[in-house]
């Protein structure tokens, strides 16, 4: 089945692109979510009205990561965890951690942006790499300490 994509989908496509996908991943989570629209002859005939909205909303989404991310670089996040004997936590820091850290001081950055590997198990400063936009990426230095 053809769509035309209304958002960018991770490992599918970006906004405007008409795709060819399964009817049912089409008809269950696209379609109901919004991200797609059904590559019908009208849809198609508006897909050119339809792009050039998106890249003004595409133009304004990047200006505003990019200011994010220059904010983002200057902030640092400091978590106090406890822990054992070789500075090994007693739990993990992660994505929603850092997420939930970071709305608390006025950025709202969803988790899933955070781009952390794997949950921070040890003591230390970290860079966590933050994916604001396809093409704007930026980090958030991230201190870990052992609670007292």
Excluded: C, W
């Excluded at 008409?18 to 590559?39: D, S, T």
């Excluded at 709202?108 to 949950?119: A, G, H, S, T």
Aim: zero cysteines.
């Amino acid at each position: 089945m053809q769509i035309i994509l209304q958002e960018d989908v991770e490992k599918l496509g970006t906004r405007g692109q008409v795709v060819e996908v399964a009817e049912g991943y089409a008809r269950n989570f696209l379609l109901p979510r919004k991200l797609a629209l059904e590559a019908s002859a009208g849809n198609m005939k508006r897909l050119e009205k339809m792009r050039a909205a998106f890249a003004k909303k595409e133009a304004v989404e990047k200006g505003d990561a990019q200011k994010l991310a220059d904010l983002l670089a200057s902030v640092t996040l400091e978590f106090a965890r406890k822990a054992g004997e070789n500075d090994q936590l007693f739990g993990s820091v992660t994505s929603g951690d850092i997420s939930d850290a970071l709305e608390t001081k006025g950025y709202n950055v969803e988790k899933r942006k955070i781009q952390l590997m794997d949950p921070i198990k040890v003591v230390g400063e970290y860079e966590v790499p933050v994916k604001l936009h396809r093409e704007v990426g930026g980090t958030v230095k991230v201190i870990v300490k052992k609670d007292e």
